[in-house]
């Protein structure tokens, strides 16, 4: 049973625009969430978190925005470029726990 | 390089074989972490470890599949008997603390299963 759940399989966007990748999860004893990226051939690489108590993180053109009430997370990139082209993961974990629950991942392509 | 090193990056195995896969964490993260993702799907945690033990194996399969780190610092994934349904990208990852901290991951072994 999926717990972690990104719906959009991909996602096209024109460079410079915003891309909107979204995320929901049904366990409500996680609290705290990671979106990483991850190239072909390589493993995903981290690129910003969030923890329960806070309902935004910015990091540059990063942004990411939490719905707690929702179970629903979200991540801006603002202006997109044609680097940004990746697999996005949304992961999660519990309190007090180690391991990430990924969701399926978002193709992102960032349209020059 | 400083990053996690696996190895190897590809290996093809025939049904019932066994296989090892390593993982060189980045030097001094006490955590470390192996994942394994299937075709179309997101990684799936299998085993964390805490130094030299095992904190959480949860996330093995069955007990064809284990794990070790006897120094604390590389690791091993073991899998006997291999089958088909064992093929997938095994990805290790290292943090320096537990807790909610993000983990480094390598480049992931890519085994197939013949």
């Known amino acids: 049973d999926q717990q972690v759940k990104q719906n959009s399989p991909s996602l096209s966007v024109q460079e410079g625009r915003i891309s909107i990748l979204n995320c929901d999860y049904t366990n409500s004893m996680f609290d705290y969430f990671l979106w990483y990226k991850k190239y072909p051939a390589e493993g995903p690489t981290f690129l910003i978190s969030?923890?329960?108590?806070?309902d935004k993180n910015e990091d540059g053109r990063f942004t990411v925005f939490l719905n707690k009430s929702a179970k629903h997370l979200s991540l801006h990139i603002v202006p997109s470029q044609p680097g940004d082209s990746a697999v996005y993961f949304c992961?999660?974990?519990?309190?007090?726990?180690?391991?990430?629950?990924f969701g399926t991942g978002t193709r992102l392509t960032v349209i020059p | 390089g400083a990053g996690v090193s696996q190895t190897p990056s590809n290996k093809v195995t025939e049904k019932g074989k066994y296989v090892e896969l390593r993982c060189d964490p980045i030097?001094?993260?006490?955590?470390l972490y192996w994942y394994r993702q299937s075709l179309g799907q997101g990684p799936e945690f299998l085993i964390y470890?805490?130094?030299?033990?095992?904190?959480?194996d949860s996330g093995l399969p069955n007990d064809r599949f284990f794990a070790v780190r006897p120094e604390g610092s590389v690791s091993t994934l073991k899998i006997q008997r291999t089958e088909r349904g064992d093929s997938a990208v095994y990805l290790c990852?290292?943090?320096?603390?537990?807790?909610?901290?993000?983990?480094?991951f390598g480049q992931g072994t890519r085994l197939t299963v013949v």
């Open positions: 470890f805490q130094g030299t033990g095992a904190a959480d």
């Open positions: 030097s001094g993260h006490t955590a």
């Open positions: 990852a290292s943090s320096p603390t537990t807790g909610n901290t993000e983990a480094f």
């Open positions: 969030i923890s329960s108590i806070k």
């Open positions: 992961a999660a974990s519990e309190t007090g726990a180690n391991n990430l629950f």
